[in-house]
C-alpha cells in the first residue's frame, strides 16, 4: 500500500530527479543536529535542489501535501534556526547546492549567487578581482549566503559595514505558495513601493526561502593594523573606541573586547598561542584598522598616533601593533579561539545581548556581579563587539557540572535572569544570531506586544499554513504552531 | 440634526483639542494641493496633533467612523503620495507639530526626533554639537523626518550615505489598528525577529504613520572641494566616476551630470548666475569631495590629483575647482536651480527612474532620440544622480503649449513610453521619489505580479479596512480602493 508520505516523496523526487532527494539516515543525520549540539530532529527527507525552479516547484508539493518544510544553508547557525522538530513529519530542504557565484561586476561593485554560496568562497571570489565582502565570521567556511541573508548575520565587521542587511543589494527567494519573489537587482536606487526584500532578511526562513542574492562588494584591503591593548576596564575600553572612532573614522573595522579569563583559557587551550603582552591586564582589545587604496599610505603612522595618545590620555595600560601580517593574524586567532576554549571547559549558557553601546560597560559589569552572587560556582564572561555595543554574555558551569540537567535547570534560570536585565536595560535579547528555537520562549514572554502582533499578521499574510520553518522565530498561535 | 460627518468632528476634537482641527477651508486649502501643482484634493478636515499619543487616539476615532487618514509632512513629495482625493471623506493628518528634536547623543552619533521635523532644522541641530546629518534634497526647508521615512528619500548623497533607509536606526508609528509600533531604539545590533521598521520605510503611510524616528549622524564636514568639469558625453562622464571612486574612494560624495540646455537654461533663468567655465560642452559634471577631520588634510591635493589625471586620459575637457565655499555654493546652486528654470520654460512630464549604473549613458542617448523622434518639438534632457544610476528624465511640450491638454494626451504618452524603455533596460520606473498616486497605475500595468501580490497581502494584513493613505502606492484591489 502507498501511504500519503510515500505520495509525498515520489512526487518530491519527481521534480528532483535521483540526486535530489534522500531519505538515507546516514546521509540524513549530520544536518538534524545544529553544530552547537543544542537541538536535534527528525526529517521525511532532505532535499537538494540545484536550481530556483526546483527549490519553486518542492514547495508547491510540500504545499500540496501539506507537508512543512525546513530550509538548511551551512548547518551553522547559533539558535537552532535550521534544525527541524522531532515529529519527522518535515522535509529538509538543503541549498547548498544552489552555489553558482555569477561573473562579479567590479564597476558596479556588485556581485549576484546562489544561497548555497559558501562565505568563504564568495571572500576568495572577490578577493580574485580584487575586490572584498565586508562581512566575516567565525563559521565562515560553512556558513552560507541563504544563511547569512536569512538571519541577517552579523560578525567582526559590522561596526564599519553593517550587518547582511546593508550589503543585500537584491534578493531572490521562493514563497510559500510557490512563486518566484524575484529582485536580483543591479540598481542602486528603487523606490517602487515596499521594500520587500527587507521583509524576507532576517525572517530566518520562516516567510521565504532565499535562493540568491546580489551583494555589495567593496574595495579591497591595501593595508591593514591589528592592536592589541591591554587595560584595566571595560569603561575605559569604551573611551578608546571613542577615541579611535574620533582620530580613525571610518578606517576602524574592528574594536573587540575579551576579559583576562578569556585570553588565558585560549592560552591554556590552544597550543603554541602566546600571550600579546608581558604582564596581565584585566581587559584586553583588539582592534582592527583597515584601508582601501585611497587611504593605505598613513595608516599605520594614523594608528600608532592614536594610540600613542591613548596612551598618555591613562586610557591604555600596554599595547602592541603587529609587526606583519603573521603577527595579525596570530592576534586574531586568539580572539576566535575564545569559543572553542570555552566548551572545552564544560557547560556554558550563551547569550548574544546587545545593550546601548554607551552602557555596555557597567551593564556587563553589572551583570556578571549579579550572575556570580546569585549562582555560586558560576563563571561569567563578556567578550566581543563593542563597538556595535553587541557582546557574547556566557556563563560557564561550575567545574564537572554535568550537562544536560544544568542546561535545563540552572542554565535555564540564568539565561531568564540575564535576558530580564537586557531587556531592563534597553537592549535585545538577540544581537546577531537571531531566535530561531533557541529564543523563540524568550522572544515571546520579552518581546514587544505590537511587534509580535506584526510579526504574526505578516506571517500569516504570507504563510497562513506554516509551512516554512514551523516553530521557529515566531508562530501564528502564542504557544507552538497551529495544526 | 447631528450628521455621522459631525460625530466623527466631534470625537476628534475632543481628542485634538481646540487648536488640534479645523474644518476652516482657508487654512485647509494649502495642504490639499501638492506642491508641484498635479494634484488637488479634498478633506473633511485637517488634524494637527503634537503627540504620538495623540495621534494614536485619534487613528482609533478614525478607524471606528471608518474615516480614511491622510498623513502629510511637509507637502513637498513629487507623486501626490500627500494629497487626498476629491471625495472629501478623508481627514489630513498633519505632522507637523511633532517637531520635537531629542538631545543629540554625541558619543553615539544618534539623534531621535518627531516626525514633523524640519529636514534643516535637523541639519541644524546636528551641526551645532559638530555631527552631520548627510542626506539632503531642494526641499530641505519643508521636508519632514516623518516624510522622509515614508518616502524612502534620496537626495544629492546617496552615493556616499545611502537614502533615508539606512540612515533610520529606529521608528515608532502608530498602527491601522491604534496601536503605536515603538521602536525609537538606540541599538546598533537587533536581530529579534522581521525588522519590522523596514516595512513601514517606504511604505509612504499606507502601513503606518510615522511619529518619530532615530537617525544615524555622521561627524561632521571638515573640509569639501567641489568641481565643475565640462566633457562631451555622458559615457565619458561614466569613465569619470569610476576614476573618481577609484582614486577619491569614499571621500565621494556628489557625481551629478547635466546637460548644456539644462545649464543654458538655468543661466537664462537665475539672475547672477554665471556660466562656471568659458567653452560650450556638451555635458557637465559637478562632484562633490568630503572629508570629516580624520581625512581632510590632503583632500583638495588628492582632488587635483584625481581631475589632472582624467585630463590626462582624455575624459574632461575642462574643469574648475571652487577656490572657496562661496564658488561652491554658487557651483551648486547651478544644479539645484534646474528643476525652477525649467518649470519657467512650459509644461513637462518629469521620470524620476533608475537603470544600472553603467548602461545609464547609452540608456540616456537612445531614450532622448526616441522621445524627440517620435514626439517633434519636444526636448528631453536628463540630469542628476548619474553616480546611483538614477537620472531625473524630463521631457519639455513645445512653446506656447497649454499644460492641462497636453499632460493627459502627449505628456501621458511620452510617459508610458520612458517607463516601458526603463523596465526593457531592467531599471525602475522610481528611483527615489516613491510612487504616491502619480505612478500608481503605472506600477501596477509594469510592475512584477508577485511584488504586486505581495504587497496587498501585506497592506491587507496591516490595514485591511484601507483607512491609511488609501489610493496611494497600492490598493487591495487592482483598481482603486475597496469600499
Redesign the interface.
Known amino acids: 500500500m502507498t501511504s500519503p508520505s510515500d505520495t509525498f516523496l515520489a512526487a518530491a523526487a519527481a521534480v528532483l530527479g535521483p540526486r535530489g532527494l534522500t531519505t538515507d539516515p546516514d546521509l540524513l543525520s549530520p544536518w538534524l543536529t545544529d553544530w552547537r549540539g543544542r537541538f536535534t530532529g527528525r526529517a521525511c527527507a532532505l532535499a537538494s535542489p540545484t536550481s530556483t525552479a526546483e527549490v519553486a516547484a518542492l514547495v508547491r508539493v510540500c504545499r500540496e501535501h501539506g507537508v512543512p518544510i525546513v530550509p538548511q544553508g551551512g548547518n551553522s547557525g547559533m539558535c537552532g534556526g535550521a534544525t527541524p522538530d522531532d515529529s519527522g513529519t518535515a522535509l529538509l530542504l538543503s541549498l547548498r547546492r544552489l552555489d553558482r557565484i555569477d561573473p562579479i ?1 567590479t ?2 561593485r556588485q556581485v549576484t549567487c546562489g544561497a548555497g554560496t559558501i562565505l568563504e568562497n564568495l571572500h576568495n571570489a572577490a578577493e580574485a578581482v580584487g575586490l572584498r565582502f565586508p562581512l566575516t565570521l567565525g563559521g565562515k567556511g560553512s556558513a552560507t549566503v541563504g544563511g547569512l541573508v536569512s ?2 548575520a ?1 560578525g567582526t565587521q ?1 561596526l564599519r559595514h553593517g ?1 547582511m ?2 550589503l543585500v543589494l537584491g534578493l531572490e527567494a521562493v ?1 510559500a505558495d510557490g ?5 536580483l ?12 526584500k ?2 524576507l ?3 530566518e526562513g520562516t ?1 521565504g526561502i532565499v535562493t540568491a542574492a546580489t551583494l555589495r562588494l567593496v ?1 579591497a584591503v591595501a593595508e591593514r593594523v591589528v592592536v592589541w591593548v591591554g587595560l584595566s576596564s571595560l569603561q575605559r575600553a569604551r573611551a578608546l573606541l ?1 577615541a579611535c572612532e ?6 576602524l573595522e574592528g574594536f573587540e573586547v575579551m576579559p583576562a579569563s578569556s585570553v588565558a583559557a585560549v592560552l591554556a587551550y590552544e597550543p603554541g598561542a602566546r600571550a600579546p603582552l608581558a604582564e596581565p591586564h584585566a581587559w584586553h582589545v583588539l582592534i582592527e584598522v583597515v584601508a ?4 593605505a599610505a598613513d595608516l599605520r603612522e ?1 594608528t600608532e598616533t592614536a594610540i600613542a595618545a591613548a596612551f598618555e590620555q591613562g586610557l591604555v595600560d600596554d599595547a602592541v601593533i603587529a609587526s606583519g601580517e603573521a603577527q595579525a593574524e596570530a592576534l586574531w586567532r586568539i580572539r576566535e579561539s575564545i569559543p572553542s576554549a570555552e566548551r572545552a571547559q564544560g557547560p556554558a549558557v550563551q547569550h548574544d545581548i ?5 552602557r555596555m560597560p557597567d551593564f556587563v559589569d553589572a551583570a556578571v556581579a549579579e550572575v556570580e552572587g546569585r549562582f555560586p560556582g558560576v563563571r561569567a564572561v563578556a567578550f566581543g ?1 563593542l563597538g ?3 557582546v557574547h554574555f556566557h556563563a560557564l558551569a561550575p567545574k564537572g557540572t554535568e550537562a544536560q540537567p544544568w542546561y535545563s535547570g540552572t542554565g535555564k534560570e540564568i539565561s531568564a535572569l540575564i535576558h530580564d536585565r537586557v531587556v531592563e536595560w ?10 530561531g528555537q533557541l529564543k523563540r520562549d524568550e ?1 515571546e514572554r520579552l ?2 506586544p ?2 509580535l ?3 504574526r ?2 506571517k ?3 504563510d497562513p499554513a506554516e509551512l516554512l520553518n514551523p516553530g521557529k ?2 508562530t501564528l498561535a502564542p504557544h507552538g504552531p497551529t495544526a
Not at 512563486?179 to 529582485?183: K, M, P, Y
Not at 574620533?246 to 578606517?251: E, H, S, V
Not at 582601501?292 to 587611504?295: I, R
Not at 546587545?354 to 554607551?358: I, Q
Request: no cysteine; charged share 20%; net charge negative.
Open positions: 561586476n564597476d558596479a538571519t541577517n552579523g559590522v550587518s542587511r546593508a514563497l512563486s518566484v519573489f524575484s529582485a537587482t543591479p540598481l542602486k536606487k528603487d523606490n517602487r513601493g515596499f521594500d520587500l527587507q521583509v532578511i532576517g525572517s516567510l574595495p571613542l574620533d582620530r580613525l573614522g571610518t578606517a582601501d587604496a585611497t587611504g594614523r546587545s545593550v546601548p553601546v554607551e563587539h556595535d555595543g553587541n534597553a537592549g535585545s535579547i538577540s544581537a546577531e544570531h537571531g531566535i522572544l518581546g514587544d505590537v511587534s502582533a506584526l510579526m499578521q505578516i500569516h499574510a504570507l522565530l515566531v
